[in-house]
């Protein structure tokens, strides 16, 4: 290291975060597919594109939160693709006296493996989901009847009419169980038929923003 006195510097805004720099430090800037060029951070414009690290962050080995009453499961990739899932395409009912309380996933009804997918990791938690087709529609539900395990993933993973978040324990886990996660929100909002592929579409801007940058830890 080297004693280079005071110095001013700048603070280059991202989408990711900001980076604060002396203005002659030289950062990547995209000149196309698979080119770059170098640049003075003191010369960057708000159309430059950054390159980014292609290598994952490797958090830590996280666990899913106890509840009382509740068989918690070991949080994997399968398990984390279950929380992407739902936030995909499911939701939590708390049940009123007239109808009980419920976790929900819908799938196309050609997304076979993916259905009995829910329901395995749904039956993790010590219940026991039901896969039936939905009326009128080309498709079908799991749903797990449980009034604790709805109290737990509304607590914890989603509510109606609220922006979702990506939990804790899914933001700072292993790179296994952030990928299960994204692959969870892809199998049920996404489409590899587009170019690029869409990952999700949400009127939550923020979880959009959220989610780009749990991918960029990818």
Known sequence: MFDQGKQFTVNIKTQDGVLECTPNHRVAVMTGIDNFEWK???????????????????????ELPSFEGLKIPELDADLAWLIGAIHGNGYVYLGTKNSGASVN?????????????????????????????????????????????????????KQPKISITIPDFILNGSYNVRLGYVAGVLDTDGSVNHTPVRLCSSIYKEYLIQLQQLMYSL
């Open 105 to 157: 996933l819908e799938f196309n009804a050609n997304d076979v493996e993916e259905r009995e997918k829910a329901a395995q990791q749904l039956s993790r938690f010590g219940v026991n989901p039901k896969i039936c087709k939905t009326d009128g529609q080309y498709s079908f539900k799991v749903t797990a009847y449980s009034k604790i395990l709805a109290e737990y993933f509304y607590c914890y993973v």
């Open 40 to 62: 003075e951070a003191g010369l960057l414009s708000s159309d430059d594109r950054l390159c980014t690290t292609r290598t994952p962050i490797d958090n830590f080995v996280t």
